[in-house]
Nanobody
Framework: QVQLVESGGGLVQPGGSLRLSCAASGSIFVANGMGWYRQVPGKERELVAAITSGGTTNYADSVKGRFTISRDNAKNTVYLQMNSLKPEDTAVYYC????????WGQGTQVTVSS
């Protein structure tokens, strides 16, 4: 059994911040590497941030400098700190591990609007 539970989304004004959490369980261990994706209706899901097993991080150009991915291996939880949010950041955000390419959680909705 694998499980990914995203939380922390909500409605925020432009320029605001949110901190997303993804609690993993079962066979998924965030220490093995995780990614955050987002999807807008009508558009393809895109990778916005990732952290490797070695701790290397990478970001999509659209979020670089504003988002930070991190993890707490003891809690088996990965985080996405989102600062200086823009309306174009509005999407459903998902965490994901490539070792389980078919499995996705329900995601958490982030809406950036005034």
């Amino acid at each position: 059994q694998v499980q990914l539970v995203e939380s922390g989304g909500g409605l925020v004004q432009p320029g605001g911040s949110l901190r997303l959490s993804c609690a993993a369980s079962g066979s998924i261990f965030v220490a093995n590497g995780m990614g955050w994706y987002r999807q807008v209706p009508g558009k393809e899901r895109e990778l916005v941030a990732a952290i490797t097993s070695g701790g290397t991080t990478n970001y999509a150009d659209s979020v670089k400098g504003r988002f930070t991915i991190s993890r707490d291996n003891a809690k088996n939880t990965v985080y996405l700190q989102m600062n200086s949010l823009k309306p174009e950041d509005t999407a459903v955000y998902y965490c994901h591990q490539d070792y389980y390419p078919i499995y996705w959680g329900q995601g958490t909705q982030v809406t950036v609007s005034s």
